[in-house]
Antibody
Framework: EVQLVQSGAEVKKPGESLKISCKGSGYSFTTYWIGWVRQMPGKGLEWMGIISPGDSDTRYSPSFEGQVTITADKSISTAYLQWNSLKDSDTAMYYC????????????WGQGTLVTVSS | QSALTQAPSASGSPGQSVTISCTGSSSDVGGYNYVSWYQQHPGKAPKLIIYEVTKRPSGVPDRFSGSKSGNTASLTVSGLQAEDEADYSCSSYAGSNNLVFGGGTKLTVL
């Protein structure tokens, strides 16, 4: 069974750093790209970017380029989303997602990680 | 790369049909047949209900249907049921291994 299991909720202060994770199981981790999606409170889904765990080829949505870093460690089948300096506006639910190759649909989602940034 | 445009809300009575639109550009919706629709209930992860404009995954009722004309895709929910009350978001491939989502439409069953 394909599963994407994300790390738990985080509460941070502005300016702090953070790295959240998404562990894939039940499939060949290096075969499928993994993406990240932001959902701010009461708002819609926003595509942040995607990584190929096999070779770490990474593509960012223009809105998120330079704001976050997406990485992956294929040895432990885990993708990461990282911030160097959080802002209040980073408060959101973050989902990892696995698009089906060549069809650009997302049939597997993580359960979401709630990040709260508040002084 | 701008978000796809969806109306913030839609509503219908049980048994009626409702259509939700998703407008993009020739760089996304109009340029590719990789439009998907997702249903999201409060506190839950999104669930795929339509892909490649018109296709339904196994297990999704045929009350849900999709279409596209030019730069606008549409989701129609026929025979509305109470459990259809949820947020609906469209997405489209936008080139260079990137997706773009719509802002979401909250569907209320009256």
């Amino acid at each position: 069974e394909v599963q994407l299991v994300q790390s738990g909720a985080e509460v941070k202060k502005p300016g702090e750093s953070l790295k959240i994770s998404c562990k894939g199981s039940g499939y060949s981790f290096t075969t499928y790209w993994i993406g990240w999606v932001r959902q701010m409170p009461g708002k819609g889904l926003e595509w942040m970017g995607i990584i190929s765990p096999g070779d770490s080829d990474t593509r960012y949505s223009p809105s998120f380029e330079g704001q976050v870093t997406i990485t992956a460690d294929k040895s432990i089948s885990t993708a990461y989303l990282q911030w160097n300096s959080l802002k209040d506006s980073d408060t959101a639910m973050y989902y990892c997602a696995r698009p089906r190759p060549g069809q650009w649909l997302i049939d597997y989602w993580g359960q979401g990680t709630l990040v709260t940034v508040s002084s | 790369q701008s978000a796809l445009t969806q109306a913030p809300s839609a509503s219908g009575s049980p048994g009626q049909s409702v259509t939700i639109s998703c407008t993009g550009s020739s760089s996304d919706v109009g340029g590719y047949n990789y439009v998907s629709w997702y249903q999201q209930h409060p506190g839950k992860a999104p669930k795929l209900i339509i892909y490649e404009v018109t296709k339904r995954p196994s297990g999704v009722p045929d009350r849900f249907s999709g279409s596209k004309s030019g730069n606008t895709a549409s989701l129609t929910v026929s025979g509305l049921q109470a459990e259809d009350e949820a947020d609906y978001s469209c997405s489209s491939y936008a080139g260079s291994n990137n997706l773009v989502f719509g802002g979401g439409t909250k569907l209320t069953v009256l």
